[in-house]
């Protein structure tokens, strides 16, 4: 198909190089240069997209980031799919396949557009809500046909093939728009040797510099940017950023932009020499000044069936014909407030097309582009608005009237216009967006009818956005910007001449949003306010009356602004609206919030390198080899992968996990015990230290020995434990839990820190310089004595002691400790030697049945023993009364150590607190479901009591069936009795409470 | 009976040793030559690491480490000394706390002279099968490090000789600067792996080789 | 995303190095045992929680590992000043009551 309105000549695209894509399934062609929108408009496509709500045919009404229709699913294959795309902002690429995201079958024929005709009446805001809300439970029905036919794009179902990441920048500018205030403002600070940043969210930087008429220096206004951009690109410390949006932005100048880096190329990052492009990146930007030269959005008037395909805002038009030579029509009627949108007409006569005529709501306008006009014999019609356009696909007519703005009337006879294309502008609203992310409100100024924006720290607004639009008052704007943005970074302004612009005479422009039809405005044919959310006029009226007087109630209630659209085109319109029917002004109705981000942005770039493999790190301890060689089950222990089980053959892993079991209590077992937190405490006050920190007394622990301990805060309640070895008077080995690692260390540093900085003590991790392997078992001590230089004999090496010496010819630390109750040795050794020692010991271990376990087994063992685990067995709410560890609290310790105080406040004292218990299920074979409640009778009322949980429930081979502990209240006095645990499939469970200790209650096995 | 158990953690045999990256294997593809690498990736492995601590208002104290080290002890944030005996280097760490890596099998002796030249208030803890060194060099070696940590590595504040422990991916890395295009990462043993896959990944669009 | 004074390592660092812990200058009665209930409860469990200007401990956790102040706006997230352990602020504790 040809491009039948592509102009002969002009524009900024590359004729030489045309592109193929296809729209909705039938192929076009556009050139190098054009984005998506502008080709489609080039071919003559009317309709992009039906309406949200309604259904209604929308065609292309923009040219940037406001585009409210014209948004896209795009991409050739399923794993390349990308919804939310605005065609106003796609590079055209050879091969680009997009698709429209409402219409159902498809926009031309599309089934709910029945349904938005029909609905016309009975579909104001809140519809959805009113119609489908009962009965409940036919929603999921009611929904799955509204998205269908609403839709929403859709995301991809297969993985993504691409590539993303984040990338972090500090710098002194960064300036946000590269439209003339931003490359005035760069160009100001870049000249002095700062860092500077310029980013911009179009192909091409300019912004209004491509399409402008004007001349700067003497020279046509894109030749000056041109030069601009190639002196910035030639400063060292200047980086340029195209294609890149700054989305949000967060405290202390905190500016995240989105850098599309291959999609204007393809749906999918090319390679280059076989290495994968990223696709898109985050640039996480700290600036020490941002300049804001975000410039503004033209408003488009609200009138009736404003929405219908032909119907576009004026500084559009400019665009289009100038900067990618598209002529989207024939047959123009330009509706205005001001003077700036003359343009659109000029621009489309100087393109060879009829401007029919232009409809000024002003009386008297005079400015110059208003005598250029006349002067070419365009029919002026003044006082007077386009009250609505006529057609259904395509505009054919316009009606014109003239009007009363501030009565709010049509005042005379109305006029019908033949012609395409509509073209209106009520004005310029300046894109406060990222200013208004932090929480500052925009401010309103009558002068230039908009909101600019609200004060920031750090951040000087530039050029339109900061309300100067005139060309000439922008780049001064943005001269002065970058220049005081860099003596506030601290640097030396260098000198920039400020860039001569001959002046524009511009008539003032007259204050109007929606205009009056001659029907009132709730039954007058639709007069959009929000395209992309089919927010109409009549909607935020009705708002209004049914009580929403607050902007954001109005917001939701209508859904204006909602989404990706944020309000870019219609909120200022919307604010406009709801404020003439509450009777207020626009500053006392005020602005919604606008919330990152500014347009949408992939998932992609938010995870960027943080997924898969990376999306938390895995933490491997020195072994880790080993246990993947021989067939380990992992399980994740905080960032560590620990062995979780090693299964033999096609055993599952109960069968594992009973052989490990029995392995350990009748022969050897080993298991890697090296995530266990390690600190080395060194200094004359570690042995003072422990005391104030534990719970238990370390006065008297001697060199040689070990002990554990318990880890109380301030309430009372236990955070961590483990054992502790004096290695010298001065010099203690701490471990912790495997997750309380990091915390513990933190938690002695803040008492040392902030309490007692006079006591002479140093902490530091030695977590990962230590490897540990425990050997469990009866023949612990057979296997150990044919490695060590150490004497095992229980009379020189008793439980609770540790020792120096070599293993397997490496030095080690042998501690005497055990959790599983068993005889039991753990070796710790440097961990670069860890392997060596390792595999020594399985080649000595054969003979004694030596067998790796996991950390299931190590479950199953230690909870036999009624051995807790921190955060299994506790959860933040139990002391070490409550866990019946009154052995390990030093009740008579001289410094009332953290928690003691605690253990004596009324609530820790209670009779009825949750205690740890056992549990042994009246059947054997059961075991119990950790976390289920326990009640006290069989008989299921509901409510009822519950007195307890089950923290930890294993199958113990040892015994012979399944057991359980659990936190019960007043459970130490209920040694004996019956208790219930109801279950969701209607089974009652019945259990004795016993001794959390089910297995050698004496300790006889581990003192052997 | 002795305020401190000290002991030299090294086999006096040779045994077969594995540092923190023996495991990891590049999973991307790496160039098969360093020429046109953006980025040359090498462990120095098994180097000598202490922790030491102490205060810096004791001057015996700053005296006896300069004297055992042969390097000035840096006091002030990102201080980085480097040469002398041993290869050796120190580096601010936090006020009362450096780091000190040494040559490969010198931590023993060197924490023993440290230990015979000090006395008073600090502490000496040996940390080297906990942790080692990633060093990269070439071009692209910024932009990759940008990639990776919030912390700023422009030169101009970042210049050779500085080094700072800082987020790194969503890990932590001491970051040293000791050339124009040559840095260090100090990694723990556990995160290594994951650090170093994480660096490969982010190197491939610069072309990464993996130097022994 | 503040940007946060280190006042140990003398320069700003990325709020993604610190962790918040809580409200500053919360010290442990000296004499526990002789503290009554309600002031351990004080100290255990009730905090400010201003609406303007508040004194916050933060720990540099990827840096240094010290704690330190922060003196920060809660609603304008402003950082005022940040100062040591030990140290007192300059700039006093506001609140303008409850969130409007």
Redo the contacts between chains.
Sequence with gaps: MSQRNRLDHGGRVDRSRPLRFTFNGVAYQGYAGDTLASALLANGIDVVNRSFKYSRPRGIVAAGAEEPNAIFQLGASEAAQVPNVRATQQALYDGLVATSTNGWPNVERDLMGVVGELGGRFMPPGFYYKTFMAPAAMWPKYEKVIRKAAGLGRSPKERDPD?Y??????CDVLVVGAGPAGLAAALAAGRSGA?VILCDEQEEMGGSLLDSREQIDGRPAPEWGAAVLAELAAMPEVLTLSRTTANGC?????VTLHERRTEHLADTAPT???????RARLH?V?AARVVLATGTHERPLVYAHNDVPGNMVAGAISTYIRRYAVAPGRRLVLSTTNDHAYRAALDWHGAGREVVAIVDARDNPNGDLVSEARALGIRVITGAAVIETRGKKRVTAALVAPIDPVGFRVRGPVEEISCDTVASSGGYSPVVHLAAH??ARPEWRDDILGFVPGKV?GMIPAGGVNGRMALAEALADGVEAGTRALSEAGFKPGGVMLPQVPRVREGRAVALYQVPHVKPAMRAPKQFVDQQNDVTAAGIELATREGFESIEHVKRYTGMGFGTDQGKLGNINAMAIAARCLKQTIPDTGTTVFRPNYTPITFGAIAG??CR??F???????L??WHVEHGAKFEEVGQ?MRPWYYPRGNETMDEAVQRECRAVREGVGILDAS?LGKI?I???DAREFLGRLYTNPWAKL??GKCRYGLMCK??GMVMDDGVTAC?????FHMTTTTGGAAAVL?WL??WH???W?EL?V?F????????AMAINGPNARKLLAELTDIDLANERFGFMDWC?G?V????ARVFRISFTGELSYEIN????????VWEALFEKGGKYGLTPYGTETMHVLRAEKGFIIVGQDTDGSVTPEDLGMQWCVGYKKPF?WIG???L???DTKRGDRKQLVGLKPRDPRLVLQEGAQIVLERQIRIPMPMVGHVTSSYFSPTLGHGFALALVKGGSQRIGQTVYLPMPDGKVHEAEVVSPVFYDSKGDRQNV | ?????I???????R??????L??SRATV?TLRLPQGAGVVIRERA?LGHL?L?GRVSDSAFVAGVEETLGLSLPLKAGGLSIGGKDEASIQWVSP?EWLIIVASGREFETETRLRACLAG???????????TVLELAGPAVR?VL??C????V?P??FPVGKGVSAVF???NAIIRRVADERWELVV????A???Y??VL??S????VYVAE | ???IYCPHCEEYR?EEEF?P?GEAHI??PK???E?D?AA??D???FRKNPRGVHHE?W?H?AGC???FNVTRHTV????LETYK??QQPTARTTDKGGAK
Excluded: C
């Design positions: 590539i990441d984040h990338v972090n920048r500090h860092r967060h405290d202390h100048n905190f280059f020499g076989g290495r994968r492009q990223v996480r700290r932090t929480g720290r390198r943080h493999e990376f938390d790190p895995r933490r491997y301890t020195a880790h080899a560590w995530t080395e060194q200094g004359k001697t060199v301030d309430d290695l010298g008077e001065n010099h933190d540093e803040l820190q902030t309490e900085p002479e140093y530091n991790s030695v977590t990962d310089h230590w490897a120096a070599t397997a010819g490496v030095p050794v440097q961990a670069n030697h860890a392997m060596h009332s003691r105080r605690a004596s406040r009324p | 009976m002795s305020d401190l158990a002991f030299d953690v090294n086999p006096a045999a045994i077969k040793s594995e540092s923190p023996s495991m593809s098994f922790v601590r009362d208030h600090f502490a000496v803890m040996n940390v080297s099968g906990g942790q932009e940008m990639k940590t919030p912390y700023d422009h101009r504040n991916a969503k890990s723990r043993r556990s995160f792996d994951y650090l896959r994480w990944d982010a491939e669009e610069f072309g | 995303m503040l940007h990325e962790r812990k010290a442990r004499a526990p045992e503290t209930d351990w409860g100290y255990l469990f401990q720990l956790a590992r010290k704690f304008s997230y402003e950082i352990v030990g």
